[in-house]
């Protein structure tokens, strides 16, 4: 049955977040291991909180269709750009899916291949009830929870993999089940010497593109998978909702130099787990959908890794010449389309409006009668030989982003898209009147404050250099802050009522109504003569 998409707007809960901390200890014998796998820069950033009502509001956002988020600036999305710039993951390589690890392992025995590259007797606490590939967290933390001191380099590798295993389950490809993870990814750790060999980073792009078409229909209320990538994503784009650094933390940087070695970071790592989120009460759900359906082209980092080029690991660049490839991504069963010809502005390139349509993709795996099974491989594989000629479908723009086009783009996407959750004629700042999104357009209205708080400060500036040169231009000047400050208390909604501070206010407006009843008087009597 056809999902229904979710219900924008109306809504005030947010999604439930299905990740989790990695619950085993860090080993700097694991570092050669992470490297050559390309995990290492995930490791780098570590653990960072959700948060909920941010991802909610992106989520609200995200057209399937497309695979990009609708802003009032224009089409964005998270590209191949921004997972090997934020995370440090490979782009290049073989595609993490089935058909890969059947060259591997063709009919995978787990507890077998647990004994064998986990270096642990399965037992009745190992795997998830009712499940052949999910284990408990609590029997990796239970066996894998520290390595020993001086252990042999076979056990070394055996902690090594359950590291990232859990790397992969908590932090990269999340499953809704919340208290395991799965060890379908174990055939692609066995050989941990050869290096960047798989690419990790299309497989994850493939499996946030997916967990955002899931969850932004209805009746779902959840999303799993790289959800730490949409959040890096996000704050890279914009400012809305980026955590501060703690108070008496040093600012991260990414390139730092300890001795004789040089380690860096992915740009992921600027919003580590040295930051926290501020205490504001308007961090909720409501808030985000309002910024952003306010959001101004000034406001976004189009291209936020230039200067961050210098300093980042050599596996963020290493692959850039197939970030605007516009081969299918795919994950496991996973095919999903891959189209950077609709965010050229994000690669600082010419935007063509209509871009070359690119057909949707829905995502199909091998379940179901041995017929459908087996048409959903055939499928597939068309898909991965599109992977294998990667570098053949790449976008070749050598023209440079054009700000004067920018109007007209504007206004072909609104033609055949909605690009504010609630239509720009529907702002107030008087009553404002409670519209069909069911809460108040308070972003508008702190605009206005502060551009009416930056005119009355300026206005005083311009009086103090000499404009105030006698009492009667005193007195205006001081009626003009009362209207100003009136007019901000109004907007926020103060009710200034009776307030005396107000009075000279209200005189003048008496006065002025007297004048203007005086004159008509005077008017009507020179009528009657």
Not at 50 to 75: C, I, M, N
Not at 291 to 313: A, I, K, S
Not at 498 to 524: K, V, Y
Request: aromatic residues 10%; negative net charge.
């Amino acid at each position: 049955m056809a999902r229904r998409p979710r219900n924008i707007g109306k809504g005030t809960e947010s999604l439930i977040m299905r990740k989790h901390k990695i619950c085993l200890n860090w080993n700097d014998n694991y570092k050669e291991y992470l490297v050559n796998m390309g995990f290492y820069g995930v490791h780098q950033i570590g653990y960072i909180l959700s948060d909920k009502a941010l991802v909610s509001a992106l989520v609200e956002r995200w057209k399937p269709t497309t695979h990009t988020f609708y802003f009032p600036v224009g089409e964005m999305t998270i590209t191949l750009e921004d997972v090997a710039m934020l995370m440090g993951l490979p782009i290049d390589g073989a595609p993490v899916c089935e058909e890969t690890r059947a060259t591997i392992i063709e009919n995978p025995d787990w507890p077998t291949l647990i004994e064998a590259y986990l270096g642990r007797e399965v037992d009745e606490q190992t795997f998830r009830r009712r499940s052949k590939t999910e284990i408990r967290i609590r029997w990796m933390k239970e066996h894998f929870g520290t390595c020993p001191e001086g252990a042999d380099d076979e056990t070394v590798k055996c902690f090594a993999r359950a590291y990232m295993l859990m790397l992969l389950g908590s932090v990269l490809f999340t499953s809704r089940s919340g208290d395991s993870i799965s060890v379908i990814y174990l055939p692609f750790l066995i050989d941990l010497e050869a290096k960047r060999k798989y690419s990790w980073g299309s497989a994850v792009l493939a499996c946030m593109y997916k967990e955002l078409c899931q969850a932004c229909n209805e009746p779902t209320k959840q999303i799993a998978g790289p959800i730490l990538l949409l959040q890096l994503w996000s704050w890279a784009h914009f400012r809305v909702g980026r955590p501060q650094v703690r108070e008496g933390e040093p600012e991260p940087e990414l390139r730092v130099q300890e001795g004789e070695e040089e380690e860096r970071r992915p740009v992921g790592y600027l919003w580590s787990g040295r930051h926290e989120f501020t205490k504001n009460t308007a961090r909720n759900l409501v808030h985000y959908r309002d910024v952003l359906d306010q959001l101004r082209q000034d406001e976004v980092h189009w291209q936020p890794y230039g200067t961050h080029r210098p300093d980042v690991p050599a596996v963020c660049i290493a692959d850039e010449n197939l970030w605007m490839t516009t081969s299918p991504v795919i994950h496991l069963q996973t095919v999903e389309t891959y189209n950077p010809g609709r965010v050229m502005r994000q690669f600082g390139k010419f935007q063509e409006f209509p871009p070359q349509p690119t057909a949707p993709i829905g995502s199909f795996g091998c379940f179901g009668p041995p017929n459908a099974r087996s048409a959903a491989r055939r499928r597939r594989a068309y898909f991965l030989d599109y992977w294998r000629r990667r570098e053949e479908f790449f976008i070749l723009e050598e023209r440079v982003y054009d700000p004067a086009r920018y109007d007209a783009y504007i206004r072909w996407l609104n033609t055949g898209a909605a690009l504010h959750l609630q239509s720009p004629a529907q702002w107030s700042v008087g009553d404002t009147p409670i519209n069909k999104l069911q809460y108040l357009p308070t972003e508008p209205i702190t605009r206005l404050v502060s551009n009416k708080i930056m005119e009355m400060a300026e206005n005083t500036v311009e009086k103090l250099n000499g404009e105030l040169a006698d009492g009667d231009g005193m007195r205006a000047y001081m009626l003009d802050m009362l209207r100003g400050c009136s007019d901000v208390l109004q907007w926020i909604g103060v009710n200034i009522g009776a307030n005396p501070t107000f009075d000279p206010l209200r005189m003048e407006e008496i006065d002025n109504q007297m004048e203007t009843d005086g004159e008509a008087s005077h008017e009507a009597s020179e009528e009657d003569e």
